[in-house]
């Protein structure tokens, strides 16, 4: 067994790169995940790793310095937040269309304007088209455990696929917390020798990247993207189930917590799942049915096995920590969209919290849950989307 | 079960054949095609040169040859670079299929 530490989720992911010792990494610093690239570039300059990190002058800069590198066959990962995100956004697509496996901690950031440096996961719901695979994470130790498993899911070879490893900004990034590290040796072995495919460095095979393709064509390519987003859940099973083997902790393409018996439920991501737990407990103590459902794998988003989770309940809450404005939360029409396959369909709301790091606190999950035992009794929906915690 | 066509692209829409763009005869986008006046031309190789393609041939001696018409796009690069002879051009363009 690796060691006990009491470290931030940036440090615990910085931890989880130094073991994995990536060959290239081009990175730009952002609020929150400067500091994650920050105490890698430690690592690279104490000689921990011998990975190239490349020191680049903007993010569209750094993704567009991690293709190259992953193009021309090497293992490759970066880190970002919120505007640097969105500077890298026509970099993403080539990236995953291209299918270059590119490993990248996302620590959620609120997007300006006004100038806002919390959390909230404004940032990874933009770049939800782009065709990466997107994990959520809870803690520190679910940061350490899917950047991990991140680099063994992004690189099988039968997907090739890049991959966000998302936490809330501040909330896990910068707050201690007991992770339990897995050893080096056992995270090479986990992680495996990295293969290239097509690597532009193999000078007896040269070949091109980034073709153009109009329109007779590029309509398939897209199909075929498609399609090898299908075969992402079973690998990040397969993964999850290697990794249980391993440490003991049990991953699968989303959480559930009490939710067999339940009534009524919450959906949330990331860190706020762990507040609604708490305010779930004390609502069964009461006899309420009361549970949770925390996606973890966004992308591709698993809309049957989620709606096989929830088709029992008679009403469900989706908490969104981002918004679209004019429209629904990005989680609310995922869930709703799952719920279209089900027979019986539970009332479904939507709330939008914790916007620019505004703190999530336990009376709102209480507020949400007396709301979905009235819908539950009276079967009536009032508000579809509201607003929580904003100043009235 | 055969596979779809989309199932059969190449991975990440990587060319994994090497010169392949020789393929893709571009002369079909021309309207305006430059015509070649040998008896102006002082073989300076400024068409050459300036040719955004490799649409100007040139001979095993060295010598400028016709143009090639599979690549060249029209765009008359070289009909304004040409220096000509004693002020006539050596290059000129006219309207593709007059």
Not at chain 1, 82 to 111: D, K
Not at chain 1, 135 to 148: F, G, K, P, R, V
Not at chain 1, 199 to 207: A, F, R, T
Not at chain 1, 360 to 384: C, N, R, S
Request: charged share 25%.
């Amino acid at each position: 067994m690796g060691d006990i530490v009491a470290v931030t989720g940036n440090e615990a992911c910085a931890q989880a790169f130094k073991q994995i010792n990536p060959d290239v990494c081009a990175a730009y610093p952002i609020t929150p995940a400067t500091d994650l690239m920050q105490r890698f570039s430690s690592f690279v300059n104490d000689g921990k790793v011998d990975t190239e990190l490349v020191l680049v002058e903007s993010e569209h800069s750094a993704m567009s310095a991690c293709i190259g590198a992953a193009a021309a066959g090497g293992r490759v990962a970066t880190a970002t937040s919120s505007q640097g995100l969105a500077l890298m956004w026509e970099m993403l697509y080539i990236a995953a269309g291209t299918r270059l496996p590119i490993i990248m901690p996302l620590v959620n950031r609120a997007l300006s304007a006004p100038l806002n440096i919390h959390g909230d996961h404004s940032d990874g719901m933009g770049a939800r088209d782009t065709g990466w695979i997107q994990l959520y994470s809870e803690n520190a130790q679910e940061a350490y455990d899917n950047t991990i498993q991140a680099f063994r899911i992004a690189e099988h070879l039968d997907i090739r696929v890049p991959a966000m490893v998302c936490m809330d900004g501040f909330i896990v990034s910068h707050s201690i917390e007991r992770v339990e590290y897995i050893d080096d040796a056992d995270v090479k072995k986990f992680v495996g020798e990295f293969q290239a495919v097509n690597p532009l460095l193999d000078m007896d095979k040269p070949k091109s990247y980034g073709p153009l393709i109009l329109t007779d064509m590029y309509h398939e390519y897209k199909r075929a993207q498609h399609e090898v987003m299908t075969k992402v859940p079973n690998i990040v099973r397969e993964v999850a189930a290697d990794f249980e083997k391993m440490t003991g902790r049990k991953y699968d393409l989303f959480e559930t917590y009490r939710l067999d018996d339940a009534e009524i439920a919450v959906v949330v991501m990331s860190s706020a799942a762990g507040t609604t737990k708490d305010i779930i407990d004390q609502y069964r103590e009461k006899g309420i049915k009361v549970g949770l459902l925390k996606p973890r794998m966004f992308r591709p988003f698993p809309f049957l096995e989620i709606a096989e989770a929830l088709q029992h309940l008679k009403a469900i809450a989706v908490l969104d920590r981002a918004d679209s404005f004019g429209g629904y939360g990005p989680l609310f029409s995922e869930i709703t969209g799952a719920v279209m396959s089900m027979n019986s369909k539970p009332a479904v709301i939507n709330k939008i919290f914790g916007l620019g790091g505004r703190d999530y606190l336990p009376d709102q999950a209480e507020q949400v849950l007396d709301e979905l035992v009235t819908i539950a009794k009276t079967g009536k929906v009032e508000t579809i989307k509201e607003y929580i915690g904003v100043r009235e | 079960m055969s596979k779809k066509y989309w199932e059969k692209l190449p991975q990440g829409s990587v060319v994994l054949e090497a010169g392949s763009s020789a393929k893709f005869k571009t002369g079909g986008w021309r309207s305006m095609r430059p015509k070649w006046i040998e008896e102006n031309c002082i073989q300076c190789m400024f068409c050459w040169m300036y040719c955004p393609d490799m649409s100007v041939k040139v001979t095993a001696e060295g010598k400028r040859a016709e143009f090639d018409f599979e690549y060249c796009k029209g765009c008359g690069i070289c009909a304004l670079e040409c220096p000509g002879k004693k002020g006539n051009k050596a290059i000129v363009m006219e309207q593709e299929g007059k």
